[in-house]
Structures are given as structure tokens and as C-alpha cells.
């Protein structure tokens, strides 16, 4: 019988279950919308549904533990959500004692974007290094830092909040208030709302003539640039710039083997790298110039294939304590 795990990914947007083996493949999937404005106790509900389809379609699994990604703030060791912002009412949830008291199976807790590090990082574009910085960029900018082959938490699991290095001192105020955040000048969010003032409705203009004359996004620049519209090429550079500082700080501050880029905005890596390479170039010291910057592999997956992880890593550390006696 196959070892497996349940791995939950849980957003603020979509809730996924899956059941993934040790060798990292999916064996059944499912998905539903959050019901983010329920509070705990709806959620808590739909995972228990969820949980029960997977389990339905590979009923012949062995299934050892559940992990969890979920939205941090959180303390992965004591298994609880502090205060997810996008879940209503998930106040110092204990949902690892709960999740564990409804399936008898141990259950192990991890930031969401810390989840897909680690998916990446066992089973995707990380795979055989000993440390990586995986960088999200989409609606935000998150991430997660494995250094010498163990995930970074630092205190209360609150390391490597990425996105709001401080790298300028202008731009529009991020959401956690303050001013020149990485997140509020890099993420998706920011190179649309830059395409957005540039250009208005019925301009004639590419980028909104993709956005049906609405509000611009990341992805609409990107896809304007291919198609070698001026001003949304001129945007990816601004956007590539703000990137590649960003990346020079990652490599000072955690030495990785490689980063990896995750998120919508990583599908335009291949127009932004000349402008990354010219900024880590021009700004890094030379021991640091050499890093790869690869397009993650697992892209939706990673969060699941994480989750799994956890369960997996956790069962072989304890069958190492029971060979040597639990030293």
C-alpha cells in the first residue's frame, strides 16, 4: 500500500486538498471556493469535505499525517493561525489540534508562501539544493529562504516577510502603511496600476484595449510587451528593475544556490532577465552575480506539494529518533 498525505492549501480565495505520495506524485485532487467570511468553523467544515473526496478517490492510500499552508501570520510549531487577514475571524486558531482531533492523524501547520518554498524546493526548480530563496510575485510579493537545508522561520515563524524589504524611499504607500515596500513598487499589483495611470479608457492603447478599457494588470503589461507595445515594454523594464534590486538584497542577506520566481508575473521573466541581470550586475558584490534566477516548476502546485512535505519530513525524522534510540 502507497504511503500518502493529506496536503491542504488554504487561501483566501480557493481551498485545494490533495493526496500526494512520497515520490511527490498527486494522487487525487479536489477544489472549492473559501468561504473566507464564514470564520473558522465553516472552513474547518469545507476541509473536512474536501479531505473526504480525495480520500474517496484513492482509497487505497496509507495515509500518514496532513499538512497545512495557510496565510500567516502564524506559529507553525504550536500548529496556530495568529491572524490571517484574508480569513474573517481567524484569531489564534489552534487548527492543528483541531484538524488533528477530527482525523487522528498528526498534522503539521506552514506559511502558505513557506509551503510552496518547500514544494519547490523538494520537488520542483529547487530540487538538490541546500539553499533557496523562492520569490512570489502576483497580487503581492512573498516568499520563503531554505538556508543549509531547513526552512528559515525565525521568531514566531515570521521570517523572510520579503515583500516589504524597504528598497525606496517613493511610490504609493504599501497596505502594511508604509512607504517604498518592495511589494507597493514590484508585485503585480503595482506594474498594473502603472499601466493603468499611463494609459485611459478608450485611448486606443493596446494595454487597454486587453483590459476591455478596466483597470490594467500585471498581466496585461506582459502580454502587451510580447506583442511589442512601447509603453508596456517600457514598463517591464521599470518593473525588471525594481525586481532585480530586490533580488541583489536576497542575495546578500541569505547567499542561495539559486532564486526561483514564482507567480503571474514570472511568466514574463524571459523579457524582464536582460534588465534583472544589468541591476544584480551593476549592484551586487561579485561573489553574488552568479546566482541562477529560474522560473519555478510546480507553479499552482508548490503550496500543495509543501504541505506534503511537511507530513513526510516529519515521519522520517521520527523513524531517525527511533533507530537511534530518540537521541
Known amino acids: 500500500m502507497r504511503e500518502a498525505a493529506f496536503a491542504i492549501d488554504l487561501g483566501g480565495t480557493e481551498l485545494r486538498a490533495a493526496l500526494i505520495d512520497r515520490a511527490g506524485d498527486i494522487l487525487a485532487c479536489a477544489t472549492m471556493p473559501t468561504d473566507a467570511k464564514g470564520g473558522p468553523a465553516s472552513v474547518m467544515a469545507q476541509i473536512a469535505m474536501l479531505t473526504r473526496d480525495v480520500r474517496d478517490q484513492a482509497p487505497d492510500a496509507a495515509v ?22 484574508t480569513l474573517t475571524g481567524w484569531r489564534n486558531v489552534p487548527i492543528g489540534a483541531l484538524l488533528s482531533a477530527q482525523f487522528g492523524l498528526p498534522v503539521h501547520l506552514e506559511n502558505d508562501a513557506n509551503a510552496a518554498a518547500i514544494g519547490e524546493w523538494r520537488f520542483g526548480a529547487g530540487r538538490g539544493a541546500r539553499s533557496i530563496v523562492f520569490v512570489t510575485v502576483s497580487t503581492g510579493i512573498g516568499g520563503g529562504v531554505i538556508a543549509d537545508g531547513r526552512i528559515l522561520h525565525g521568531r514566531q515563524g515570521l521570517a523572510a516577510e520579503i515583500g516589504h524589504m524597504t528598497i525606496a524611499q517613493e511610490g504609493e504607500p504599501c497596505f502594511c502603511g508604509t512607504i517604498g515596500c518592495w511589494e507597493a513598487l514590484a508585485s503585480g499589483s503595482a506594474l498594473g496600476r502603472r499601466g493603468t495611470c499611463m494609459t485611459r479608457a478608450g485611448d486606443g492603447s493596446i494595454l487597454r484595449a486587453l483590459s476591455a478599457n478596466g483597470a490594467v494588470s500585471g498581466r496585461h503589461v506582459i502580454e502587451a510587451a510580447r506583442m511589442g507595445d512601447a509603453q508596456a515594454r517600457a514598463l517591464v523594464a521599470e518593473e525588471a528593475r525594481w525586481l532585480g534590486i ?21 511568466n514574463g521573466l524571459d523579457l524582464m532577465r536582460p534588465v534583472i541581470a544589468e541591476t544584480i550586475a551593476a549592484r551586487a558584490m561579485p561573489p553574488y552575480r552568479d546566482v541562477p534566477l529560474v522560473v519555478a516548476a510546480l507553479g499552482g502546485q508548490a503550496g500543495l506539494m509543501g504541505a506534503a512535505s511537511l507530513v513526510f519530513s516529519a515521519s522520517a525524522a521520527a523513524h531517525d529518533e527511533g533507530d537511534t534510540g530518540g537521541v
Open 64 to 85: 500518514i499525517g496532513l499538512g497545512v499552508g495557510a496565510p500567516g501570520p502564524l506559529d507553525p510549531v504550536a500548529g496556530i493561525v495568529i491572524a490571517a487577514p
Open 246 to 266: 530586490g533580488f541583489v538584497n536576497l542575495l546578500h542577506l541569505y547567499s542561495p544556490e539559486r532564486l526561483i520566481l514564482g507567480g503571474g508575473i514570472a
